[in-house]
């Protein structure tokens, strides 16, 4: 199976061009086939070489790789010139000299006559005598090149939809060579295919108009007809199609917070269902179970939290190997040298990342909570605050005596329980009095892994600096605080 993702770059990997050229992927991946990339630059306004970069890298990090290419539409114009020439030669196209006036009126008609407005150009064309469109095109009139729309109907077995059939009398003669000689897009890509021998197009829904055209140029211009697919569009939450409106729908922007797998695995989802409640799925496990009988024939909706979702279960899941590079990375991004300060700790580095991937569901996230391990200031979260140092006596009685007792334990998470469990017992409370305050003094956080797990992570020396910075800005009242939850600067 050959099969094609040919993005025009005049925009970013969107989130359904990368979904088409996974798809795609995926039929080749699993079928031992060919994944053709070909970048539609014929728009020279509106394509750039940035725009270009941008498709491959995202591409790249995807993990979408491609036998051949990428090839440039660009690079083929001479063919697909030839081609349009070869069509009037063989009277299977014509040249149309219509006036901007006669088109403009042609439009205002089209109401009035059902269906046979795009025949006004061929009627005016028909009505030159012999060899009179040749002798003005020579003589340099401007005019551009129609396809002649045979009569009949254009059928197809949509590899999604099933049996499809266009009318042609509603197709319009369309314009296969502009007034510059340019081959425009139809045609462009009938050769392409053609040339790359490519036998299935999947793509999205809104070319579907495109396909009878593409189908009825193949065979006049003795092209094999390759097979088509049109996947459903992808919608916003309101149910309409998705755009800037509905958040990032460039690919690229979830770079920093998602992985790469969990991003294959939403987009497979979005639009195709493997027919069981299986939903957790690595890329060599889509490619084994992809089908196009299985891609959905409706619009499917994309649900950012769902995305968040999945990239929490890949993170809890993942090679831990491959996971460090990606947290590396947005570590340093984060704070300078902190990538540093844990690749010098390797296996207490992949202890806490083990423990604190279960939680998070963004790379972001969890290289946040990586960085509250690392000595340095941390914040102090004001729900947290006000929920466990409201008591502030009692606190700033628990935490001296804490620090005293942990500080002559051996630090492990064991023997760190056994302490604090006694000294809860000798204050005669329950250990959660002590857990909670000690675990804002810790992380300045509410939520986070077992408290003697983070004790364990922190260390010796870290722990018991935290807990005496909370005994400082607890002593210096509420003003100190407030500026601690708030990270404005605290009154001199
Ligand atoms: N270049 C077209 C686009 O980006 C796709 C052409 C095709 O898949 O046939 O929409």
């Not at 006669?102 to 005598?129: C, F, K, S, V």
Request: charged letters at 30%.
């Amino acid at each position: 199976m050959r099969v094609r993702f040919a993005p025009s770059p005049t925009g970013f990997l969107h989130v359904g061009g990368a979904r088409t050229a996974l798809f795609n992927w995926l039929l080749a991946r699993q079928s031992g086939g060919t994944f053709v990339l070909r970048i539609e630059d014929t728009d020279r306004a509106r394509s750039n070489e940035a725009m270009t970069d941008a498709i491959l890298r995202g591409l790249g990090w995807l993990g979408i790789d491609w036998d051949e290419g990428p090839f440039f539409q660009s690079d083929r114009v001479g063919e697909h010139t030839a081609a349009g020439h070869s069509l009037l030669a063989g009277g299977q196209a014509y040249r149309d000299f219509s006036t901007p006036e006669e088109l403009a009126r042609d439009r205002a008609n089209i109401a009035a006559l059902a269906g046979e407005a795009t025949r006004a150009a061929r009627r005016r064309a028909e009505a030159l005598a012999p060899g009179e469109a040749e002798e003005r095109a020579e003589a340099g009139e401007p005019h551009v090149v129609r396809f002649l729309v045979p009569e009949g109907s254009t059928e197809w077995k949509d590899g999604v939809h099933g049996p499809m059939r266009f009318r042609n009398q509603d197709i319009d003669d369309l314009v296969i060579l502009r007034a510059d000689d340019s081959p425009t897009y139809n045609l462009a890509v009938v050769c392409d295919d053609a040339h790359a021998r490519i036998d299935m197009v999947l793509r999205g829904d809104d070319h579907l108009s495109n396909t009878p055209k593409q189908i009825l140029l193949a065979r006049a211009l003795g092209f094999p007809v390759p097979r088509f697919g049109h996947v459903p569009l992808i919608l916003g939450r309101d149910g309409k199609r998705l755009s800037k409106r509905h958040g990032a729908t460039d690919v690229a922007g979830y770079r920093h917070d998602v992985l790469p797998e969990a991003m294959v695995n939403f987009l497979a989802l979005l639009g195709w269902s493997p027919g069981d409640d299986r939903e957790v799925m690595d890329p060599d496990e889509i490619v084994r179970r992809f089908s196009l009988g299985r891609i959905l024939r409706k619009g499917s909706v994309f649900d950012a939290d769902k995305l968040a979702w999945l990239n929490g279960r890949h993170l809890s899941r993942m090679d831990l190997a491959k996971l460090e590079p990606i947290v590396n990375t947005r570590l340093a991004k984060l704070r300078h040298g902190a990538e540093r300060a844990v690749q010098d700790r390797r296996d207490w580095y992949g202890g806490l990342l083990d423990m604190l991937r279960t939680r998070a569901r963004s790379v972001d996230a969890l290289a946040r909570t990586v960085l509250l391990y690392l000595p340095g200031e941390i914040a102090y979260e004001p729900a947290a605050v006000r929920k466990h140092w409201k008591r502030r006596a009692e606190v700033q009685e628990y935490l001296p005596a804490l620090r005293r007792t942990l500080d002559g334990c051996e630090w492990q998470s064991k023997p760190l329980e056994r302490a604090l469990r006694g000294l809860a017992a000798e204050f005669g409370v329950g250990a959660g009095r002590l857990i909670h305050p000690l675990r804002v003094a810790l992380t300045g956080q509410a939520v986070s892994p077992g408290i003697f797990d983070v004790l364990y992570y922190l260390g010796r020396d870290l722990s018991l600096d935290r807990i005496e910075r909370a005994l400082g800005t607890l002593a210096e009242g509420e003003a100190k605080l407030q500026a601690a939850t708030s990270g404005r600067p605290a009154p001199a």
